[in-house]
Nanobody
Framework: QVQLVESGGGLVQAGGSLRLSCAAS????????MGWWRQAPGKQRELVAG???????NYADSVKGRFTISRDNSKTTVYLQMNSLKPEDTAVYYC???????WGQGTQVTVSS
């Protein structure tokens, strides 16, 4: 079965960095687009960044220039490098595979001011 397992969340001060990882199994990873979403308390889940099977990327305006999504097909893993973090980036971050609609369990990112 499809499994997406996120890791790398935590507590960081504003201006700091974190790298999230999402290890995928049960899918032919290399042909799948992948995405990172987040959900803050009381808010709707929003798309943060996406990457196609060919490596094209897109970002939410709020994270452009600060976050970078990448993938390593040999490790069936997608990453989200988050720099210059802000308190408003605080949320649960989810990995998503749109072809099958699967979500990971989420990883908490908390940015203190």
């Amino acid at each position: 079965q499809v499994q997406l397992v996120e890791s790398g969340g935590g507590l960081v001060q504003a201006g700091g960095s974190l790298r999230l990882s999402c290890a995928a199994s049960g899918i032919i990873f290399s042909i799948n687009n992948m995405g990172w979403w987040r959900q803050a308390p009381g808010k709707q889940r929003e798309l943060v960044a996406g990457i196609t099977s060919g490596g094209s990327t897109n970002y939410a305006d709020s994270v452009k220039g600060r976050f970078t999504i990448s993938r390593d097909n040999s490790k069936t893993t997608v990453y989200l490098q988050m720099n210059s973090l802000k308190p408003e980036d605080t949320a649960v971050y989810y990995c998503h595979e749109p072809r099958t609609g699967h979500w990971g369990q989420g990883t908490q990112v908390t940015v203190s001011s």
